[in-house]
C-alpha cells in the first residue's frame, strides 16, 4: 500500500485528509449518521453499489447528491415506475435525420453516481438493464458496448412498507450490491441543528457540497484498499462464517462466493478507513451485516438477529 | 472320596480317611456354619442364660500350672460370665505372646504352656492354640485343640473361588462348646483371623463408615490440619492459578515482541476467566481490550490510554501480516513496558471487580 501511495504521489496524510473531509462533507449532508456515512464511504473505496431501504425524506437523494458533488462526478437520478424501460436509463439509439445515420444518446447509467429510486417499483426488465452496468461498469445497447464511468456507483433506494405494486429485486440484482442499508430517523438535537441551519437558506444552497476528493485520490484510493492485507486466519474466518449463512436453518440462500470477495474487499476498506493496512476480524464483522442484508435469504425481520447469532457462534482467530 | 471304605470313625462324631492320602490338587469344598462373634457377645448377658457350657470334667491328666491359672482368671476377670470372658482371655493371649514358627521347644520343658505364657511369651501356634485350651478349661469353659488348614485370605483365588493350601498351612486353633453343643472356634494366634460371617451390603457400608469414623477419631488432627489447607487451597485456587500463569508469563519477556504480546494476552484473558468475566469468542482480543477502558476505575484511569495503546498492539500482534512493521506509534522498548503495565494494572482482583460490576449491573436491570 505505501509503495501504491508513493507510486501515485499521494502520501498517506493526504489520503487520510481526503478521507475526512469526505466524511465531513457527508455528515454535513446527513447529519446524525456518522455509521451511515462510514459505511457509504467504505462502499465507495470498495467500488461497490449501495441499497438503501428506507422510509421517503430520510435524506436518500441528499446523500447520493452530496457524495456526486464530494467526489466530483456527475449525478443522475432516475424515478423507477412501472413504466420505465430498459433504454430509459442505458441510453437508445435514434436516426439523425442530418447525418443519416443512427446516434447513441447515452442514458442516466453514464453518470458517475446513479440514484435510482424506488428501483423495486419498475419492472424485472428493466431492472435487469442495470445487470450488466453494475457487475461490468458497462453496457451493451444494440450489440455495442459502451463502457461506464471508473468511479461508476449505484445508489438504489426501496420504500420498505408500501409493496404493492412492486417487483423485489431478484437475487442476482441483489447480489450486485454491496451493502444495504437503512438510515433511519436522525437524532433530535441534529433535526435541531438541521432546523437551524435551514433558516435563511435558499433550498440549492443548503444542498450544495463542496468538491472535496479529486478523481485521482479516489482512484488511488480505490486500489490502495485493494492491497490491503488479509492473512490466513482472517481469511478462513470470512469463510467459516460464509460457510455458516449457507448451513444455517433460517437462511434458504447463504452468501454466493461474489458475495464473499464482496464481504471482503468491504472489511479491506473499512479497515482502509481506520488507518490500518491489514484487515482484522472486528473490520469482518462490522461491515457483516449491512454486506449480509443485501444477499441472504431469510425473514428480513429475523435477519439482523441470525447474523448476530451466525456471527456470535464463530470464535474469532485470536493466536 | 463318595467311597464309604475309604473312611473310618477316628473319635465320635468325627470320621477320618483310613489308609489313603489325598492327592496333591485335590479340590475340597466345605460347608460351614459361622457364628457372628458380635451377635453372640450381644446376647449374653448376666441375666440370660449363659449358653456356653461350662465343664466339670476337664481332663485330669492334666493339672495348669497355678500361675497359669491365676492370669486366665485375670485376663477373663471382671467381664460378665460366658463369650465375653471367652472373648477376653482370646484378644488378652493374642496380645500377650508373639507367634514365631521357628522358636524352638525342648522336650526337657516339663510344662510347655507354662514356659510359652510365663516365660518364653513367643512360639508356634500350636502353643498358642494349647494355652487357650488349657486357660479356657481352667476357668471353667469346655474346649478342644483343633488342627488343619489355615485358608489364608490372601491366598483365595477369585477365578477359581478356591483357596489353594500346603503343608505350610497346616495350623492349630481351639473351639469352645455351646451349651446347645455346638462348637464355635476361636483363634488365639496373632496373625490368624476367623472367617467373618457374610455382610450385605448395607452392613458392609456400615462397617465401613464405623471403621472410617474409627479412622478419623485416630487421626483428628491431622485431618483438621488437611482440611484447613484444603479449604484454604480451594478458596485460594484462582490466586494460585494467576500467580503460576504470572510466573510464566515472566518467562516470556526475553521472546520477541509478537510473542511477548501474545504471552500478555493470554495471561489477560486467563485472569479475566478466572474473575468470570471472560473475553466472549466472537470478541477479538483488541476489541476486548479497548471495551475494557469503560471499567477503568478512578484507581487505573490512566490505564484507559494505555489499554488503547495496548488494543492497537493486539490488532498488529494478532492480524498484520508477519512482513509488516510495528505502527510508528509504537516501538518495542514502548511495547515491552505496555505488557508490564497492563499486567501490573489489571491483576485477577481489578477484573474481579469488572465481574462485581456487571453482575450487579444485570440485576439492577
Known amino acids: ?319 | 472320596v463318595n467311597q464309604q471304605s475309604f473312611f473310618g470313625w477316628a473319635a465320635y462324631g468325627q470320621i477320618r480317611m483310613v489308609g489313603r492320602s489325598i492327592p496333591n490338587g485335590t479340590v475340597i469344598d466345605s460347608e460351614c456354619k459361622m457364628i457372628d462373634g458380635a451377635a453372640l457377645a450381644s446376647s449374653l448377658s448376666v441375666n440370660h442364660q449363659v449358653p456356653i457350657h461350662a465343664s466339670s470334667d476337664a481332663p485330669s491328666a492334666y493339672q495348669a500350672d497355678a500361675a497359669v491359672v491365676e492370669l486366665a482368671r485375670a485376663w477373663s476377670g471382671g467381664r460378665e460370665p460366658g463369650w465375653p470372658q471367652v472373648d477376653a482371655l482370646v484378644r488378652s493371649l493374642r496380645a500377650h505372646a508373639t507367634h514365631d514358627r521357628a522358636y524352638p521347644v525342648t522336650e526337657e520343658c516339663p510344662d510347655v504352656v507354662a514356659h510359652f505364657l510365663l516365660e518364653a511369651r513367643r512360639g508356634p501356634d500350636y502353643l498358642f492354640a494349647s494355652s487357650a485350651v488349657v486357660m479356657l478349661r481352667a476357668i471353667g469353659f469346655q474346649a478342644r485343640l483343633v488342627s488343619g488348614f489355615y485358608a489364608a485370605p490372601d491366598h483365595f483365588d477369585a477365578a477359581s473361588r478356591h483357596t489353594p493350601v500346603t503343608e505350610e498351612d497346616v495350623h492349630f486353633w481351639a473351639e469352645v462348646r455351646l451349651a446347645s453343643g455346638t462348637w464355635v472356634p476361636i483363634e488365639p494366634t496373632p496373625g490368624y483371623q476367623l472367617m467373618e460371617p457374610a455382610l450385605s451390603p448395607a452392613q458392609l457400608a456400615i462397617a465401613a463408615l464405623r471403621s472410617l469414623a474409627a479412622w478419623a477419631r485416630a487421626h483428628s488432627l491431622q485431618l483438621v490440619f488437611i482440611g484447613a489447607f484444603a479449604l484454604a487451597g480451594y478458596r485460594m485456587r484462582h490466586a494460585i492459578q494467576d500467580l503460576l500463569a504470572t510466573l510464566l508469563w515472566l518467562m516470556s519477556t526475553r521472546l520477541p515482541i509478537r510473542r511477548r504480546v501474545v504471552s500478555t494476552i493470554s495471561l489477560l484473558e486467563r485472569r479475566s476467566r478466572l474473575a468470570g468475566c471472560g473475553r466472549p469468542r466472537s470478541v477479538t482480543p483488541p476489541a476486548w481490550c479497548a471495551a475494557l477502558c469503560a471499567h477503568a476505575s478512578e484507581s487505573t484511569r490512566a490505564g484507559a490510554d494505555t489499554l488503547r495503546a495496548f488494543a492497537a498492539l493486539a490488532e498488529w500482534t494478532l492480524y498484520a501480516p508477519s512482513d509488516r512493521r510495528l505502527p510508528a506509534i509504537l516501538d518495542p522498548n514502548t511495547c515491552g513496558l505496555l505488557c508490564n503495565q497492563l499486567v501490573r494494572d489489571l491483576t485477577l482482583g481489578h477484573f474481579r471487580s469488572i465481574a462485581r460490576e456487571r453482575s450487579s449491573g444485570a440485576s439492577r436491570k
Open chain 1, 1 to 319: 500500500v505505501t509503495q501504491l501511495i508513493s507510486r501515485n504521489s499521494h502520501d498517506r496524510q493526504t489520503l487520510a485528509d481526503a478521507v475526512s473531509a469526505l466524511r465531513d462533507a457527508l455528515n454535513t449532508a446527513l447529519r446524525g449518521k456518522a455509521d451511515v456515512v462510514d459505511l457509504v464511504i467504505a462502499c465507495l473505496l470498495a467500488r461497490g453499489h449501495l441499497l438503501i431501504e428506507d422510509l421517503p425524506g430520510l435524506g436518500k437523494t441528499t446523500l447520493a447528491k452530496a457524495l456526486a458533488a464530494a467526489i466530483g462526478g456527475r449525478f443522475a437520478r432516475v424515478q423507477c415506475t412501472p413504466d420505465l424501460l430498459p433504454g430509459d436509463i442505458t441510453g437508445f439509439r435514434v436516426f439523425d435525420q442530418k447525418t443519416r445515420e443512427f446516434e447513441f444518446l447515452p442514458g442516466p447509467v453514464f453518470a458517475d453516481v446513479l440514484l435510482a429510486d424506488e428501483i423495486n417499483r419498475t419492472t424485472p426488465r428493466t431492472q435487469s438493464a442495470l445487470l450488466e452496468a453494475m457487475a461490468e461498469r458497462q453496457v451493451t445497447v444494440d450489440n455495442i458496448r459502451h463502457q461506464l464511468s471508473d468511479e461508476f456507483m449505484v445508489i438504489a433506494t426501496q420504500n420498505p412498507i408500501e409493496l404493492h405494486g412492486t417487483y423485489p429485486l431478484p437475487e442476482a440484482q441483489l447480489d450486485r450490491f454491496a451493502i444495504k442499508l437503512r438510515i433511519g430517523y436522525p437524532p433530535a438535537d441534529d433535526e435541531r441543528a438541521m432546523l437551524e441551519s435551514a433558516v435563511g437558506q435558499t433550498r440549492e444552497a443548503s444542498a450544495a457540497t463542496a468538491h472535496v476528493m479529486p478523481r485521482d485520490v479516489l482512484r488511488t484510493m480505490q486500489q490502495a484498499v485493494a492491497h490491503v492485507a488479509v492473512t490466513p486466519p482472517v481469511r478462513d474466518y470470512v469463510l467459516r462464517l460464509a460457510h455458516k449463512t449457507r448451513t444455517h436453518p433460517e437462511v434458504t440462500l447463504g452468501v454466493s462466493p461474489r458475495g464473499l470477495l464482496t464481504w471482503q474487499r468491504l472489511a479491506q476498506a473499512w479497515s482502509f478507513l481506520h488507518r490500518r493496512d491489514f484487515v482484522t476480524p472486528d473490520d469482518v464483522q462490522q461491515v457483516a451485516r449491512p454486506t449480509l442484508e443485501a444477499r441472504l435469504g431469510i425473514d428480513p425481520d429475523a435477519c439482523r438477529r441470525v447474523i448476530e447469532s451466525i456471527i456470535e457462534s464463530e470464535p474469532v482467530p485470536s493466536r
